[in-house]
């Protein structure tokens, strides 16, 4: 009998599949704070192989990013039930290289739905659960910020009862970017240890990939705040900011139909 499901479980008809067959389309409002800390704390967090960014591409700029994302299949069923399209993240990106080449790294990175910590494991996102919200903005009433000067949007994680982070972001006009840390290919590690636990891999996979048929919204940029707090369980501290360079909005469309592997 063949099995369907992308990843599991996998059944004959594979309608219990965690995840929809891919390509994976999304759209979701981005608000960013970027800043620089230590670049030899970021070269730490790397793996064997990568490296910092060079000095003249700022090696210790984070981008520290969270997102409210609606995401579907390729037959938007998920869209006419929404539990399964709407998600929030937090993530942290630097950026570095790798034979010769400049990308984009996820060094943590926090969902609120198994759909999406799932998927990103496939893609190789270094996924936790955590508790993300953010500020949206509104286009009647006065119960948000507009996208226009002086429009402020806070923004917090949590996870394992504990306050990870908490940010702010006030709109000061329009911009040309949503930011230049998070504006490369990503690359990823992918990891599963072997069942034996011996300290070997059953996977390990260094991977690259970028999204296709990008459709962003206006930008806008402004000044920030971040504070992040310690936890037994996470090492985001290690990256504190040294310097805040600014924040960004955007809302963004992409879609997801593949990697490529650079490494096994």
């Known amino acids: 009998m063949t099995l369907r499901g992308l990843p599991f479980p996998r059944t004959a008809i594979g309608r219990a599949s965690l995840l929809p067959p891919p390509p994976w389309h999304y759209s979701g409002d981005l608000i960013t704070v ?7 704390a970021i070269a730490a967090l790397l793996p064997e192989g990568v490296g910092l960014a060079n000095d003249d591409e700022d090696p210790g700029a984070v981008a520290f990013i969270w997102a409210d994302w609606q995401s579907c299949g390729d037959d938007r069923s998920e869209l006419l039930d929404p539990v399964r399209a ?24 926090w969902v609120d739905k198994d759909f999406a910590l ?7 996102y270094p996924k936790k659960m ?27 994680l949590a996870a394992a009862d504990r306050r990870l982070a908490e940010a702010t972001v006030t709109l ?10 998070n504006s490369h290919p990503m690359l990823h590690h992918r990891y599963m240890p072997r069942l034996e636990l011996d300290g070997t891999d059953s996977l390990a996979e260094v991977v690259t990939m970028s999204g296709v048929n990008l459709d962003l919204g206006p930008a806008f940029c402004g000044t920030a705040t971040l504070d992040l707090f310690d936890s ?8 504190a900011p ?23």
């Open 34 to 40: 970027e800043y620089r800390t230590d670049p030899d």
């Open 86 to 109: 709407q998600y929030r993240e937090a993530f942290v990106v630097v950026r570095c290289r790798f034979r010769g080449q400049l990308y984009s790294r996820c060094l943590f990175i």
């Open 118 to 124: 799932v998927r990103g494991h496939l893609q190789g």
């Open 130 to 156: 955590g508790s993300i919200h953010q500020t949206r903005p509104v286009t009647v009433g006065s119960a948000g910020p507009r996208l226009e000067a002086g429009g402020r949007f806070g923004m917090t």
């Open 172 to 181: 000061t006009g329009p911009s040309t970017s949503g930011g230049f840390v």
């Open 232 to 239: 037994p369980t996470e090492e985001l501290t290690l990256i």
């Open 242 to 264: 040294r310097e805040i360079i600014g924040g960004y909005f955007r809302s963004v469309g992409t879609t997801f139909a593949g990697g490529t592997t650079l490494e096994e």
